[in-house]
C-alpha cells in the first residue's frame, strides 16, 4: 500500500488547462478502473470531483475530466478558475477492501 | 442533508488506547459503506479503513492492521474507530466519510466530516 505518485505542485494561469499525474503499479491504478480525484481546500474536508476514472458526480464543474492510460491516471482542469486553487489527491482500489491516496498536488493559479 | 459529526479525539501517551466514534444522518446508514481517512498535521491524506453496509467485509491500511478495529452500530447510526498501541506517527486529523455504494470495491467518498483531532505524545 505505497501512495500513488503525484508532482508536488502545477501552476497555471487563469484560463490555462493543466493536467495532473497520478502514478501506481499494476497493483492498483493499472488494475482497476476505480481511480478517483479529490479536491482539498485548506481547512476544509476533501471534496470528491472524479469517480471510476474519468466520471463527474453530479454538482461538479466539467471542467474537470480525469482519464488513465496504463499505471497512470491523470486529472485535466480547463479553463483554469481562482477558486480552483487547492489540493488535489488521486485514490485507487488497491484490492482486498483496500485504497491508497496519493501524495498530493498543490495547484496554483498564478 | 448528509451530516457526519465525528469526536472522541484528543492527547493520549504512546502505547494508549482511543476510541472515535461517528454519528451519521441525512442519509439511511444501513445502506452504506463507511470508512475513516487521516491527516497528519501538513500532510496529505490516509485511507486508514472502511467497513460494508452490512459490516461484512473490512479493510485496513497496512500502518494500522492488528492496532485499529472498525465497526458500525446501525440502531445508533454510527462508526467507530477503536485504535489500541498507538504512536506518534498515528497524530491526525481523523474524518469520518461516507461511500457512495456499500461494498469496499469501488471506494469512493462523497461526504465527508470534520474530522476529530489525535495527538499521541507523552
Known amino acids: 500500500q505505497s501512495a500513488l505518485t503525484q508532482p508536488a505542485s502545477v501552476s497555471g494561469s487563469p484560463g490555462q488547462s493543466i493536467t495532473i499525474s497520478c502514478t501506481g503499479t499494476?497493483?492498483?491504478?493499472?488494475?482497476?478502473?476505480?481511480v478517483s480525484w479529490y479536491q482539498q481546500h485548506p481547512g476544509k474536508a476533501p471534496k470528491l470531483m472524479i469517480y471510476?476514472?474519468?466520471n463527474r458526480p453530479s454538482g461538479v464543474s466539467n471542467r474537470f475530466s480525469g482519464s488513465k492510460s496504463g499505471n497512470t491516471a491523470s486529472l485535466t482542469i480547463s479553463g483554469l478558475q481562482a477558486e480552483d486553487e487547492a489540493d488535489y489527491y488521486c485514490?485507487?482500489?488497491?484490492?482486498?477492501?483496500?485504497?491508497?491516496f496519493g501524495t498530493g498536488t498543490k495547484v496554483t493559479v498564478l | 442533508e448528509v451530516q457526519l459529526v465525528e469526536s472522541g479525539g484528543g492527547l493520549v501517551q504512546p502505547g494508549r488506547s482511543l476510541r472515535l466514534s461517528c454519528a451519521a444522518s441525512?442519509?439511511?446508514?444501513?445502506?452504506?459503506?463507511m470508512h475513516w481517512v487521516r491527516q497528519a498535521p501538513g500532510k496529505g491524506l490516509e485511507w486508514v479503513s472502511g467497513?460494508?453496509?452490512?459490516?461484512?467485509?473490512?479493510g485496513y491500511a497496512d500502518s494500522v492492521k492488528g492496532r485499529f478495529t472498525i465497526s458500525r452500530d446501525t440502531a445508533k447510526n454510527s462508526l467507530y474507530l477503536q485504535m489500541n498501541s498507538l504512536r506518534a506517527e498515528d497524530t491526525a486529523l481523523y474524518y469520518c466519510?461516507?461511500?457512495?455504494?456499500?461494498?469496499?470495491?469501488?471506494?469512493?467518498?462523497?461526504?465527508w466530516g470534520q474530522g476529530t483531532l489525535v495527538t499521541v505524545s507523552s
Open positions: 441525512g442519509f439511511t446508514f444501513d445502506d452504506f459503506a
Open positions: 466519510a461516507k461511500d457512495i455504494g456499500q461494498w469496499l470495491v469501488r471506494i469512493y467518498l462523497d461526504n
Open positions: 499494476s497493483s492498483d491504478v493499472g488494475g482497476y478502473n476505480y
Open positions: 485514490s485507487s482500489y488497491t484490492g482486498s477492501s483496500t485504497q491508497v
Open positions: 471510476d476514472v474519468s
Open positions: 467497513i460494508s453496509w452490512n459490516s461484512g467485509s473490512i
